[in-house]
């Protein structure tokens, strides 16, 4: 059985930082692209970031550029999004997902989720 197990959400004041880390089990990490969706109340889901299996590509939204920074360690079965510089309009519930494909916006393209973690950034 395939799980994705987030952690690392919090209460922040804008400035500062989180790191979150979305552990894996049950699948072949190397071999799933990751990515990081986020949904903040009242609004649609959105791609945040998303890594290769071998972690040589990266894809970020335009908001996110130059202040977070998506990364994994295979061995460890676990991908993390560094976040710095924190606003308030990145307020949201942070999912974790696994595509077999490759790594993609496409949210339709992840098979596996996890059940999110919620970050807060205090203005």
């Known amino acids: 059985q395939v799980q994705l197990v987030e952690s690392g959400g919090g209460l922040v004041q804008a400035g500062g930082s989180l790191r979150l880390s979305c552990a894996a089990s049950g699948l072949t990490f190397r071999n799933y692209g990751m990515g990081w969706f986020r949904r903040a109340p009242g609004k649609e889901r959105e791609f945040v970031a998303a890594?290769?299996?071998?972690?040589?590509?990266?894809d970020y939204r335009d908001s996110v550029k130059g202040r977070f920074t998506i990364s994994r360690d295979n061995a460890k079965n676990t991908v993390y999004l560094q976040m710095n510089s924190l606003k308030p309009e990145d307020t949201a519930v942070y999912y974790c997902?696994?595509?077999?494909?490759?790594?993609?916006?496409?949210?339709?393209?992840?098979?596996?989720w996890g059940q999110g973690t919620q970050v807060t950034v205090s203005s």
């Open positions: 890594v290769s299996g071998s972690g040589g590509n990266t």
């Open positions: 997902a696994g595509s077999r494909t490759y790594y993609t916006r496409n949210y339709q393209q992840y098979t596996y």
